[in-house]
Structure formats: structure tokens, C-alpha cells
């Protein structure tokens, strides 16, 4: 155990840490602080940050796409449930390997013990826990694809459309009226916003997500039973719901339902379930995960696995799917403009603007709040990233900030006529206040998260049309984000699970293992059928994601669509350069003749109800000069 503590992290006590302030050097050093007991997060917040960011484009805009794949709207309610599975499988992963990883020793006790304290980055930890070596590699890989595409510049867009249809409700998503430019002007606009709220202020950012969870969830909620009791009532029309696809008028088969169809459309039907990354992002602000994370976090996605197929269901109901040519632009628009007795069919003349001006508002709306949630939760990610040292300019984007909003208000801490040198702060900075400092957000790292899904707007938003623009983002999310890293992390746990599997039956002395078993301090039901699952599915999406499909985007083959594989293909391009970025640190460090050393310090306590938890951390970038290699 001795050996092994050396090659872990050490651990700072508060004695140590008032040392390291006093010889704080700004060139080379950031000290990062946990948010107080007071500011931690709740279960139910937990619970808050999922449906906030799950319940918003998704689930109103993907299930045409998913019907579209499908080919009958049978299978488009199936998929639905085996996304949910999938994601689920996911979910679990994560909670095994977020409650455990990063492992610190301490030495207590006249021995050392090994201790697993949460800390910001989600899957960042776990996939530079497994794969350590080649040193900087998967930091790279994810850091570069999680700073280009974690975000939802996809989502900015639909609220553009969104925004864009309550103006001028004759003006659907595919029309020409509908102006480009406005849409990712409101694209903009929302995503400045977001960013701005994360700066201002912390305390009412996160009330106003719990408050757009609750309606997001109730929402949802009625329009899943409402559909279900007007299909009842009206027809039987949820008798029309088949395993068949409908025939095109000169007797063809529809679309849909090939191979390539189908994970194009499991990949589309995936991405409502995205949400629950969220309260992995930023565990560090979580009370007592250890106890109550994983309860949370597993009834988060259990309404959604059964809210979901059910909304689908309710859609089907209210708007029976009759073929592609026939979908309506948008299953939520068309379900209350239904329910508001007009004609949804395309083509018709009935005047439905109130409905879809009221609806496609509200949408906007949620799709404010979903956008919200993710610039929280990702600015930290990134945050995170920049402190491992890999960036240009990484000691900046790895600060944080008092937030703008408590800056304004006063505390014991902040009107101390005391002053300090650290960063120039006229008042005594957070690290010194870690039992009642000011609420804390990363500035710089929102910075970052704002310009890179501002450049994604500008790019795809003002090259293609909206509605392809949506599809094209939401789909490159999907496989990057949840696919690829995913497959990396449920594929490397299993690795882990295995190797101690085997462990046993090893002769060999020289090789230990990694000895999951004995470090893991939380294991699923079915443990290890979830990991495999997961790997399983994500790598059949992954390489099936490669099969051309048989759908067009609109169901009308004259209109085209964008080739199908820029999705799959730009989603392995970006680990591809995330290696090459790890190539060009290698070389950096070469030419330079120094090696890229960095420390992370946590001070780590324990709290009343005996978990450990990390209050804040020193973070030590050295280019450590070398002879040559």
C-alpha cells in the first residue's frame, strides 16, 4: 500500500494549505475552491440539473427523426425504450467510477489509507484513470473533443427556430421565409445570456434551474397522459400505432428501417436522454454523494426512460404516423394544435397560428433552461481540462472567480480590510475563507464555452438551413460526446472489471492488476451486465453509424439532404485531432527540452457523516527541464 500511495496524489491539510498560500507564485501556480457546505447541492437539485437539461429540444423536436428512421411508428416507440436502456447502462458506469475516482492517500493513523473524494469533470477522471498511459493522451483526446462540441450550439439554433415561428407563425422550419440570419441571431443572443447568467451570479442560476425542472417535468408529464385520453376518446386512434410501415402511394415500402436507419435514429433518439451527464460534471458541489448520489441520479433517469416512449406514444396518438410524407415539421407543435381542434396535415389551410405561436414560445423557453444548465456545467468541465495543463494559456482558463452578482453583496470575508496580493483582490480571496467564502464561478472557462458554440453556430447555422443545421449538431453530440467517449469509458470499465476478474488466476507476481474490485466502493445490480451492455451497444452504433440509410431528412427525395456520413465521420475526425494535439504537445516538449509536470493538490476532509470530500486545490503547472531523450 505504501508503494502504491507514492504514485497517487498527495493530499494537503489546511495547515499546508496556509503555507502554499503564503508562497503562492501566480506564473506557475491557481488555487481552486469548492463551493461551502451551505452552497452544496441537494438530491433534489441533482435530480433538477438532469431534467432541466434533458426535457428541452429533444423530446419535441427528435421524434420525427426518429420516425423517420424507423420507418413505423412500432419501432420508433421501441427505439425509444432501448435508448433509454442504453443511457441508463451509462448512467450506472458513471455513478461506479464517479464514486470512487479520484482516489487520494492519506496517512492517518500511522498508516496509509486510500480515500475516494468526487471532484468537477465527469468522465475526464474516469477515462485518465484507466488509460494513464500514453501520459497527456486521453486528456488531450477529450479535452479537444469536449472544448469543440460540449455544447449545445445545436439546441441555440432550435431555440432560434423556435423564437422565429412565434414571430410568424405561417413560417414553418423548412420553409424559405424562414430567416437564416434571425435564427442564429437568436442563437446568439441566447447563448451570450446563458453565459452571462453563469458569471452573474451562481445561487440564482441554480434556483432557476430546479424552477425549470419542475415545469419542464409536469409539462411533459401532460401532454403524455392528454394524448394517450384524446386517442382514447377520438377514434382509437392509438390503435393505429404498427410494427408496419405504411406503403407509398404507387404500393413501395416506406423509408426507414434499414440498418443505417436505425442507428441514425437510435443515435437521434439518445440525445433527450443526454442530460444526465450534468451532476457528473460538477460532483464536487454535491452533499454526501456517496449516500445519496446514486439514488438520485438513477430516479432522474427512470422518469425520463418512462416519460419519454410515453410523450412518443401520446404524439402518436393525437398525430398517427402515416408515412414520412406525411409527418408534421414538429410532433409538439402539431399535438396542441390538435388538441386545439385544427388540421395538422401538411398542406392544410386551417389557421392554427395561435397554437403554434403560444407552443413554439414555450419551447424557446425550456430550450433557454436546458441551454442554462449546460453552460453551468460545462464551463467547469472545461475548467477542469485547462488545469491539466494542455492549453495555451491554461492557468487562466483555469481560475475562478467570486461571481459579479457577490461581488456587490457583503460578507465577513469580503469587507475584511485586510488585503492580500493574490490576484490584486483588495479583500481576503476564497482560499483563505473556505468555510464562508463567496459563491465561485469559472470566468474564463465560460469564456471558452461561449466562443466555441458561438464559432459552431456561425459555422453550420449560416451554411445549411436550420432544421438541417439542428440535426446535423444534435447528431455529432450524440456520437462524439455520449458515443465515443462513452464507448471509452463503459469499454474501459469493463476492462477494469475484468482484469480483476482475472486477477486471481494470474502465477505472475511482477503484475498485480488494477484491482478494481478492491477500490470500487459502489457496484450496479447485475454488476457487470450494465458495462456491457453499454459497450456493446455504443460499438455497434459506432461502426453501424458507417451504413448508408435509406430516409431523407424530409421524406421527399427531390429535397436531398446532407450526406450521410459528415456526422460519423467529423465525430471521429475530432479524436483524431485530439491525438494530433497530443502530437504537438510531445513535439512542443521536445524542442523546448522541458517535460510538462502537473500536480494537483486537493485539501481533502472528512465530513460529519464520514465522507471525504474535497474543499479546494492547488494546482501546480512546471515545465521541468530535461538533457534530451
Not at 500511495?5 to 498527495?10: K, V
Not at 475584511?416 to 482560499?431: N, V
Not at 451486465?529 to 453509424?545: G, H, K
Request: include cysteine; charged fraction near 15%.
Amino acid at each position: 500500500m505504501e508503494g502504491e500511495a507514492h504514485n497517487q496524489q498527495q493530499t494537503l491539510t489546511r495547515e499546508e494549505l496556509q503555507e502554499r498560500i503564503h508562497q503562492y507564485n501566480s506564473q506557475r501556480e491557481r488555487f481552486d475552491v469548492a463551493p461551502t457546505r451551505k452552497q452544496l447541492f441537494s438530491p433534489f437539485t441533482v435530480f433538477c440539473l438532469i431534467m432541466n437539461r434533458t426535457i428541452a429540444s429533444g423530446i419535441f423536436t427528435q421524434p420525427v427523426n426518429v420516425l423517420r428512421g424507423a420507418g413505423s411508428s412500432g419501432v420508433a416507440l421501441l427505439l425509444w425504450v432501448v435508448a433509454g436502456i442504453i443511457i441508463l447502462c451509462i448512467v450506472v458506469c458513471w455513478t461506479e467510477l464517479a464514486l470512487t475516482i479520484p482516489l487520494h492517500y492519506v496517512f492517518r493513523d500511522d498508516a496509509w489509507q486510500r480515500i475516494s473524494a468526487p471532484r468537477n469533470g465527469g468522465d475526464k477522471n474516469y477515462l485518465e484513470y484507466i488509460f494513464k498511459r500514453p501520459r497527456h493522451l486521453m486528456t488531450c483526446i477529450f479535452g479537444i473533443v469536449f472544448i469543440i462540441f460540449g455544447n449545445l450550439a445545436g439546441n441555440a439554433l432550435q431555440f432560434g427556430v423556435f423564437m422565429s415561428i412565434a414571430i410568424n407563425p405561417k413560417c414553418g422550419e423548412r420553409d424559405k421565409c424562414l430567416n437564416q440570419g434571425h435564427v442564429v441571431g437568436w442563437a446568439v443572443s441566447v447563448l451570450t445570456f446563458c453565459a452571462m447568467i453563469n458569471v452573474i451570479t451562481r445561487k440564482y442560476a441554480i434556483g432557476l434551474n430546479n424552477l425549470f425542472a419542475v415545469a419542464k417535468v409536469s409539462f411533459v408529464f401532460v401532454i403524455a397522459i392528454l394524448g394517450i385520453i384524446y386517442g382514447s376518446v377520438n377514434g382509437g386512434t392509438c390503435r393505429q400505432i404498427s410494427w408496419k410501415s405504411p406503403l407509398l402511394p404507387d404500393g413501395q415500402p416506406q423509408s426507414g428501417g434499414k440498418v443505417g436507419d436505425i442507428a441514425l435514429a437510435l443515435f437521434y433518439a439518445m440525445y433527450p436522454y443526454t442530460g444526465y451527464e450534468q451532476p457528473y460534471y460538477v460532483l464536487a458541489e454535491v452533499s454526501q454523494p456517496r449516500r445519496l448520489f446514486a439514488r438520485a441520479t438513477t430516479v432522474a433517469m427512470l422518469v425520463a426512460l418512462v416519460l419519454f416512449p410515453l410523450t412518443n406514444l401520446s404524439y402518436l396518438c393525437m398525430t398517427p404516423y402515416m408515412g414520412n410524407d406525411k409527418l408534421p415539421e414538429n410532433m409538439a407543435i402539431a399535438f396542441f394544435a390538435r388538441l386545439s381542434g385544427h388540421d395538422t396535415s401538411p398542406g392544410s389551410t386551417d389557421d392554427n397560428t395561435g397554437a403554434i405561436r403560444g407552443v413554439a414560445a414555450l419551447l424557446a423557453f425550456f430550450i433557454f433552461g436546458n441551454l442554462m444548465a449546460q453552460t453551468y456545467t460545462a464551463s467547469r468541465v472545461k475548467q477542469e481540462i485547462a488545469k491539466e495543463g494542455i492549453l495555451p494559456w491554461s492557468l487562466f482558463f483555469a481560475t475562478g472567480n467570486d461571481t459579479l452578482l457577490s461581488r456587490l453583496g457583503s460578507s465577513s470575508s469580503s469587507s475584511s480590510p485586510g488585503k492580500t496580493s493574490y490576484h490584486g483582490h483588495t479583500h481576503r480571496p476564497a482560499i483563505s475563507e473556505l468555510d464562508s467564502h463567496r459563491e465561485q464561478a469559472p470566468i474564463p472557462a465560460t469564456l471558452l464555452h461561449w466562443f466555441f458554440e458561438v464559432v459552431l453556430v456561425l459555422a453550420v447555422g449560416l451554411a445549411v438551413e436550420p432544421s438541417k443545421a439542428y440535426r446535423l449538431l444534435t447528431y455529432i453530440y450524440t456520437f462524439v460526446i455520449v458515443g465515443v467517449l462513452g464507448l471509452f469509458t463503459a469499454g474501459g470499465l469493463l476492462y477494469l472489471k475484468i482484469d480483476s476478474y482475472l486477477e486471481k488466476y494470474r502465477q505472475s507476481s511482477s503484475y498485480t492488476g488494477r484491482r478494481w474490485s478492491e477500490k470500487s466502493i459502489w457496484q450496479p445490480w447485475l454488476d457487470p451486465v450494465p458495462a456491457l451492455v453499454a459497450t456493446l451497444s455504443l460499438t455497434f452504433l459506432l461502426f453501424a453509424a458507417f451504413v448508408p440509410g435509406t430516409a431523407t431528412s424530409s421524406g421527399n427525395d427531390d429535397e436531398g439532404d446532407l450526406p450521410w456520413w459528415i456526422g460519423p465521420t467529423v465525430g471521429w475526425a475530432s479524436v483524431g485531432l485530439g491525438i494530433l494535439w497530443w502530437l504537438g504537445l510531445q513535439f512542443v516538449q521536445w524542442s523546448g527540452r522541458w517535460v510538462l509536470e502537473t500536480r494537483r493538490l486537493p485539501v481533502v476532509e472528512i465530513d460529519a457523516d464520514g465522507q471525504a470530500i474535497q474543499r479546494a486545490e492547488l494546482v501546480e503547472h512546471n515545465h521541468v527541464p530535461v538533457g534530451g531523450y
